[in-house]
C-alpha cells in the first residue's frame, strides 16, 4: 500500500515543488475509487449540499450533514488524506464551539484535518482549532458561505483592494498555523504572488496553474451534475451519459423480459420443488 499522505507531505511537496491532487468525496464507493487511482487529499466539501443533497447553495449543510459523510469516506479511504468542511455556522458563533465542531469531524467523522473559509476574521478561531493539535486548512477568494454577501458566485480579487486583503489574510492565516490554503476564484497571477509569498501550498479552483496542486468537484469533473457548470472545470469524463444508457438499457431489457437471464438466476432441485406444488 502507498505510504500515508499528511500534513507533511503537503509541506514536503511544496518545499518539492511536486503538486498535490484533490477531489471532492462525499460517499464510501466514490472515495473508494479516488483513493485506488492515488489522488492525494480528498475534501468532503459543504458542496454536497448542492452535489448530493439538491440545495441551492451551501448554507443549509449541517454538522450532522458532514459528520455523516465524512465517516462514509473515511471507510473508504486508505491513503489520501480526509479534510472536512466547516459548514456554515460551525465556527462563527464563538471560539468554543469553533473547537467543538471542529473536534466533531475529527472525533466523530474521523476526517484529518478541517478547513474554514476567511482570513482575518476567524484567526482566532483558527489558533485555538490549531492549539486544540487539528489541523486547519484556510480557504480565500470566492468563499462559498459568503455567496450573500458577495452578490453571487463572482471571481475575488481583481481590484488592487481586494487582491491586498487576499495577501494579508493568506499571511495571516499561515502566521496562525494553518498548513495549507484552497484559493477559489481569483485571477491566475494574483494566486502565483501568493503561491510564491508563501512557505505552505496553495491548493487551486478557478486559480490557474501556478497553485502548488488543484481541487475540483469530483461530480464536475466526471459530468456527473449538470445544474452548473464552472469556467474551471475541465470534464475528464460524461459519467451521466454512461449512466443514463445502462439505465436506459436496464429499463429496456426487462420490460422485454431479456433480464434477468438464465445466468442471473438461482436454480432448485427438481424433487424438491415437486414437492411444493
Excluded: W
Excluded at 459528520?67 to 464563538?94: N, Q, W
Excluded at 458566485?153 to 491586498?164: D, L, P, R, W, Y
Excluded at 475528464?236 to 438499457?249: H, P, R
Aim: glycine letters at 8%.
Amino acid at each position: 500500500m502507498a505510504k500515508k499522505f499528511t500534513v507533511s507531505s503537503f509541506l514536503k511537496a511544496k518545499k518539492n515543488n511536486e503538486k498535490i491532487s484533490m477531489l471532492t468525496a462525499y460517499d464510501y464507493s466514490t472515495a473508494k475509487i479516488l483513493d485506488e487511482a492515488g489522488v492525494d487529499s480528498l475534501l468532503v466539501g459543504d458542496s454536497l449540499g448542492m452535489v448530493m443533497l439538491g440545495y441551492e447553495n451551501t448554507l443549509q449543510v449541517t454538522m450532522e450533514d458532514m459528520i455523516h459523510h465524512c465517516k462514509a469516506v473515511a471507510r473508504g479511504t486508505e491513503r489520501a488524506m480526509i479534510i472536512g468542511d466547516m459548514p456554515f455556522l460551525s465556527y462563527h458563533v464563538s471560539v468554543e464551539e469553533s473547537v467543538r465542531n471542529a473536534g466533531r469531524l475529527i472525533q466523530e467523522g474521523n476526517a484529518h484535518a478541517v478547513k474554514l473559509e476567511g482570513g482575518e476574521d476567524i484567526i482566532d478561531k483558527v489558533k485555538a482549532i490549531i492549539k486544540a493539535q487539528i489541523p486547519v486548512i484556510g480557504h480565500l477568494g470566492l468563499t462559498p458561505q459568503s455567496v450573500n454577501m458577495f452578490g453571487g458566485f463572482k471571481v475575488q480579487g481583481k481590484s488592487e483592494k481586494q487582491a491586498k486583503k487576499i495577501i494579508e489574510d493568506a499571511l495571516l492565516l499561515q502566521e496562525a498555523g494553518v498548513f495549507a490554503i484552497v484559493l477559489e476564484c481569483v485571477p491566475e497571477k494574483l494566486s502565483k504572488i501568493i503561491t510564491e509569498k508563501l512557505d505552505i501550498p496553495t491548493i487551486g479552483i478557478g486559480a490557474g496553474k501556478h497553485c502548488d496542486g488543484q481541487v475540483l468537484v469530483t461530480q464536475d469533473m466526471l459530468g456527473m451534475y449538470k445544474n452548473f457548470t464552472p469556467k474551471f472545470v475541465k470534464q475528464y469524463a460524461d459519467l451521466s451519459e454512461s449512466i443514463e444508457a445502462g439505465v436506459k438499457m436496464y429499463i429496456e431489457e426487462m420490460k422485454k423480459g431479456e433480464f434477468p437471464a438464465k445466468e442471473h438466476t438461482f436454480s432448485i432441485d427438481e424433487e424438491v420443488l415437486n414437492k411444493l406444488y
